[in-house]
């Protein structure tokens, strides 16, 4: 312990202490103090949470009519193709040591694939409309709907040129959307979208509509001939497409189909999202399934 020679501790006298306390000049604490009061501002409003946007509704209605899409491929034997990465550099070998070089195989094995995309029930009696580009080139499709149930799926209907195609499965009096008005959709209207992206099943998201009557410029072997796309900031990732938008009604207004993205192999949303609106879908269904 140091040593403070000009330092003299303070004579305290804890009996007076306590004499203070008997006579009510210091008050001890106690569980019965009553808290400090604490002001509200004059000029502060709670807020009305009866004015915000309800989703429950829309939500409750849109997810047992939103189902999983399974699109199978086969394993199959294929011929390399010309853009594959062993034909340039087979190309480059050639210019360094001659025409005789050549690498093999030129056919291989091609593995069985499974990819997965969303549908909306159209009808109780189990027609599904998905997009075209979930299921093309499918050996075989099966649809899980939200209840776990599993049918295999038949193509009935496919058109490239809007990205739709409508399945079949055998089951009866299924969840189904009642069919809105997408013309009459405002810019800033709330919207929900229901998929299954990267396998997380019924998945929901909440955006308004950020535009109408956009076209999408795809290169000439997938183009689409007719476009009128509802854009959204709806989250959409990779499983999204085929699944329903919807209004806070509940009403099918729109066939999620495609996001915009700089990343074409593993592309990611970027807070522009794109669906087809009911109305092109109810002209495309009723023109093919006459």
Wanted: aromatic fraction near 8%.
């Amino acid at each position: 312990m140091y040593d403070y020679p000009f330092y003299s501790p303070p004579k305290v006298r804890y009996w007076s202490i306590v004499l203070l306390f008997l006579n009510g000049h210091c008050t001890p604490p106690s569980a019965t103090t009553s808290p400090i009061p604490v002001e509200t501002p004059t000029n502060y409003t709670k807020p009305n949470l009866q004015n915000l946007p309800d989703f429950t509704y829309a939500a409750k209605v849109a997810i047992p009519a939103v189902v999983e899409v399974k699109a199978h491929k086969k394993a199959a034997m294929v011929q390399r193709s010309s853009d594959h990465p062993l034909e340039e550099l087979e190309k480059q070998l050639k210019k360094l040591f001659g025409e005789e070089v050549h690498i093999e195989p030129k056919i291989y094995e091609k593995p069985a694939e499974e990819h997965g995309g969303s549908g909306v029930i159209y009808t109780d009696n189990g027609y599904i409309v998905t997009n075209y580009h979930v299921i093309e080139g499918a050996d075989s499709i099966s649809v899980i709907l939200n209840e776990h149930s599993f049918y295999e799926a038949r193509v009935i209907v496919t058109d490239p040129a809007t990205d739709l195609a409508v399945l079949k499965i055998e089951a009866n009096h299924l969840p189904y959307l009642t069919l809105g008005n997408s013309d009459a959709l405002e810019i800033g209207e709330w919207v929900l979208a229901v998929g299954n992206p990267f396998n997380l099943i019924s998945t929901v998201t909440k955006g308004i509509v950020s535009g109408k009557a956009r076209t999408l410029h795809k290169d000439k072997k997938d183009c689409l001939t007719i476009q009128s796309f509802i854009q959204t900031d709806a989250v959409l990732n990779i499983g999204n497409s085929g699944g329903a938008l919807v209004n806070l009604r509940g009403e099918l207004i729109g066939i999620n189909t495609a996001i915009l993205s700089l990343k074409e192999k593993t592309p990611s949303f970027m807070g522009y999202s794109f669906a087809i609106p009911v109305t092109l879908v109810k002209k495309v269904i009723s023109d093919t399934m006459q």
